[in-house]
């Protein structure tokens, strides 16, 4: 599960670097406090942009590439921003033999994307998740964070229409108030 | 280190003790309580719309009940679960309660005196009116002691912990001297139960004997199998069970700092976790001086970052240093030279869990439980194609067949039993004729599976044992660290393989070569997830060769589940002209009536997902699965 979604995620590479400057500061300059700046920064940013990893390396006094190697080889820290919402499908053995796998493939084809990606237009983010624990329900996808049981290819279409409607529903409030 | 003053830190826990004891040792006696099941499966099945409802209720009505957020029961195919006790009768444990019913429980048997027997799943204890969960079959062989207090006390109050006796086991320790400790936890047999086995007691002595200060101790919670959940259910229900173990095994071996390593996908137990170290802090039962004694001790949190590899402990050692989790060779072993280069002794979850339970009652007690030298009791998670999913915690030495049949009662909608997947993706799948084996440390080894760390995954007719090798093989060649060649490379050709073969593209000859690169990744490989990554492949190699041959010689997937292997047909026959049902229910409009009005599957636009056969209706039963696809009558 990674850390909760920001509301906004930030791409100006200067407040990329305040931001990522405030977390460190809390920290003492040792390696070992590497992954918890990591996952504290991607708390804040949603995701670990260049300027950030380079900033805390900078502050660990590291070379860049130990915290690009940190990043890239744990699961839970992520290169690019993440969607407005997260669709993780879980593929623990459970779900698997379920149908999780069914459940991937609907949600890629509907998104067109493929797991650890997020679609152009930022809605969605796309990934996979070893195992939540509610394999009685299997098989699950955990929606922003919500873990939707038996999700089949229908339920699939359901939850993307739900969210089409709200985001409908957002764009007409903005079009009135504007 | 000299033993502590024992008079005093008696005295300082008596009062701790007597304060929580007034207010949550007679709980059930004097007023009604309703205690909610709310740990992340029973959240994922409404329990918190059931807690609000019942709080809410509660309110509205003035009433003086109250309502308790308690964990993991166990019983995760009845979620949500409620137990709501009454002064004089035996609580009662209801199952599947959503909002509706939980208005209707406050009502019926809150205000008025009717239990609501349609809504009951069984009583605690022995009851005329109701069913008792001593009357279910599983309760013969279930004996719970770790998860004892799962889902029975309130996980965020130590105070309610140590009313139900928590903490008795440190002040007995903190009496002890360490080598009395260690020379008990040995002769208890308790071995680890993350999965290898080594026994606890030895490991504490040799980390114990390490030169070298200052010593750490470390918790393993980075519970990665799929499929298994144990850890999980005990850190988010009865997180001060694990923390008592530490402190204990800290004491033992002369720690003064500890890690619990957690994984970050298991955001409620570190949150549980976190509340509860802050509450033994505060009652003085982890920091300086414990309980007044000259024995101090403390425990940070460290999130794991979703690496699986890490739940090897050399490996979670280097990812708690920051760096990237990949192991190095043993020896040095951690007890000797661990993080930071000095002694660390790290346990597993379910191994600290039932160290106070050795304290309280004896090394002898302990290793009266269970059988061939194991002792202790084994939990499992039992998922997958059985009736009752959920924690099961039984003695060891029970068989396979007793835990699957009787505590899960056997495979739902009278399908066939065909294997059981143990151990995660280290272990194996064991077919019918291996169901009488005990579930022990080393009976299973010779079937080609191991125990691990208790993930257990009921397989029925419908599952293909290929596709269940291919996925463990996937898992762990995603997971790989990449240090090891052979476990980098070869997971990867033994994955291809696989793939070819549930696709149909598979060569005889690709069995041998499957055998070989098993034998040179086993051999080749540093840590266990190298090294028992073959046993899925392995063992259904073992078992059900039959099903390696059809799909490569046949090109057929006998459980009917590749998909590549199947394709969906409407026989003509049987499909009834006025339905569209199927039609419906595709979700890429691969349906449609041919000029008679009969369905007709467009085989080119079939994203073989299932749905046309559940939507068609029972009566006409129209639609199959053909195995190979060349079985579709062209039309």
């Not at chain 2, 830190?9 to 004097?30: H, M, P, T, Y």
């Not at chain 2, 199998?225 to 144990?230: E, I, L, N, S």
């Not at chain 2, 004729?433 to 299973?444: C, E, R, Y």
């Not at chain 2, 996937?474 to 073969?501: A, H, I, N, P, Y």
Request: a positive charge.
């Amino acid at each position: 599960m990674t850390a909760p979604e920001a509301q906004e995620t930030v791409e100006d590479p200067e407040q990329i670097k305040r931001e990522t400057g405030l977390v460190v500061r809390g920290f003492s300059r040792k390696r070992l406090n590497l992954i918890p700046i990591l996952q504290k920064v991607q708390g804040k940013l949603g995701y670990l942009p260049r300027a950030a990893m380079t900033e805390i390396a900078a502050y660990l006094n590291i070379p860049d590439i130990d915290v690009y190697g940190v990043v890239t080889f744990y699961n839970q820290f992520r290169l690019n921003p993440p969607g407005r919402h997260s669709i993780r499908v879980c593929l623990g053995t459970a779900c698997h033999m379920k149908g999780g796998y069914i459940a991937l493939d609907a949600w890629k084809r509907r998104l067109g994307i493929n797991p650890r990606e997020t679609s152009p237009d930022r809605e969605f983010d796309l990934d996979t998740v070893a195992c939540v624990g509610c394999c009685t329900m299997a098989p699950v996808t955990v929606v922003d964070e919500k873990p939707e049981r038996q999700v089949d290819p229908t339920r699939v279409d359901g939850l993307l229409l739900a969210f089409e409607n709200e985001r409908k529903a957002r764009e007409k409030e903005k079009g009135e108030k504007s | 280190m000299k033993k502590a003053e024992p008079a005093a830190v008696a005295a300082a826990f008596n009062e701790i003790k007597k304060k929580a004891g007034a207010r949550w040792g007679n709980l059930w006696q004097d007023r009604p309580v309703i205690l909610v099941g709310a740990a992340t499966c029973g959240r994922a099945a409404g329990a918190i719309e059931v807690l609000d409802t019942f709080k809410a209720e509660i309110k509205n009505r003035n009433l003086d009940v109250p309502v308790i957020e308690v964990g993991c029961m166990g019983h995760c195919y009845a979620e949500p679960l409620v137990i709501i006790g009454k002064p004089g009768q035996p609580p009662v444990c209801y199952n599947h309660v959503n909002p509706v019913i939980a208005e209707r429980l406050v009502k019926e048997y809150l205000l008025g005196d009717n239990p609501s027997p349609e809504f009951v799943l069984a009583a605690l204890e022995p009851s005329e009116a109701l069913p008792s969960f001593q009357d279910f079959p599983r309760a013969q062989y279930e004996r719970k002691i770790i998860l004892k207090n799962c889902g029975h006390i309130d996980p965020t109050r130590i105070e309610h912990y140590i009313a139900g006796g928590g903490y008795a086991a440190l002040v007995k320790a903190l009496q002890m001297s360490p080598e009395e400790i260690i020379e008990e936890v040995k002769k208890s047999g308790l071995r680890g139960r993350g999965g290898a086995g080594f026994p606890t007691g030895n490991k504490w002595q040799l980390c114990r004997n390490a030169r070298g200060r200052p010593r750490y101790m470390v918790c393993n919670a980075d519970e990665g199998d799929p499929g298994a959940f144990m850890d999980r259910a005990i850190l988010e229900s009865d997180p001060h069970s694990v923390i008592e173990g530490m402190i204990i095994a800290a004491r033992a071996i002369g720690s003064r700092y500890g890690y619990i390593y957690v994984r970050a996908e298991y955001p409620l137990a570190v949150e549980r976790l976190d509340i509860a170290l802050r509450q033994a802090r505060r009652k003085k039962l982890l920091g300086n001086r414990i309980l007044g004694s000259d024995f101090s001790f403390d425990i940070s949190l460290f999130q794991g970052s979703g690496a699986f590899v890490c739940g090897e402990e050399t490996a979670l050692i280097a990812s708690l240093e920051g760096r990237a989790g990949m192991p190095h060779h043993r020896p040095p072993y951690p007890a000797i030279q661990g993080l930071h280069g000095k002694p660390t002794l790290v346990n597993n979850v379910k191994t600290l869990a039932s160290v106070r339970h050795i304290i309280n009652n004896g090394a002898d007690w302990f290793a009266g439980i269970g059988a061939n030298g194991s002792s202790g009791t084994a939990v499992f998670a039992l998922a997958g194609k059985v009736v009752n999913t959920g924690l099961v915690e039984v003695p060891m030495g029970t068989t396979l067949r007793q835990i699957i049949f009787d505590v899960g009662s056997g495979i739902p909608k009278g399908k066939k039993f065909k294997a059981v997947q143990i151990g995660g993706p280290s272990g194996g799948c064991l077919p019918e004729s291996a169901l009488d084996l005990p579930v022990d440390f080393d009976s299973l080894r010779g079937a080609g599976a191991m125990m691990g760390s208790g993930g257990m995954v009921v397989l029925d007719e419908d599952d293909c044992m290929v596709e269940i090798a291919r996925y463990f093989l996937e898992f762990t060649q995603k997971e790989s660290c990449g240090k090891c060649t052979f476990c980098r490379l070869g997971t990867k050709q033994m994955l291809e393989v696989l793939t070819e073969f549930t696709r149909g593209e598979g060569k005889i000859e690709d069995l041998d070569n499957l055998y070989k690169l098993a034998g040179e990744i086993q051999a080749g490989s540093l840590c266990g997830l190298g090294r028992t990554a073959p046993n899925p492949v392995l063992t259904t190699l073992r078992y059900f060769r039959d099903e390696y041959r059809a799909h490569i010689e046949l090109g057929r997937c006998p459980a009917l589940m590749c998909m590549h292997l199947i394709a969906y047909y409407i026989l003509p026959h049987k499909c009834e002209r006025s339905c569209d049902a199927c039609v419906g229910s595709c979700s890429v409009e691969a349906i449609s009536p041919n000029k008679k009005r009969i369905k007709v599957i467009d085989q080119e636009k079939c994203v073989k997902c299932g749905k046309c056969l559940e939507a068609c209706p029972f009566q006409y039963n129209a639609v199959v699965k053909l195995t190979p696809p060349s079985e579709v009558p062209a039309r």
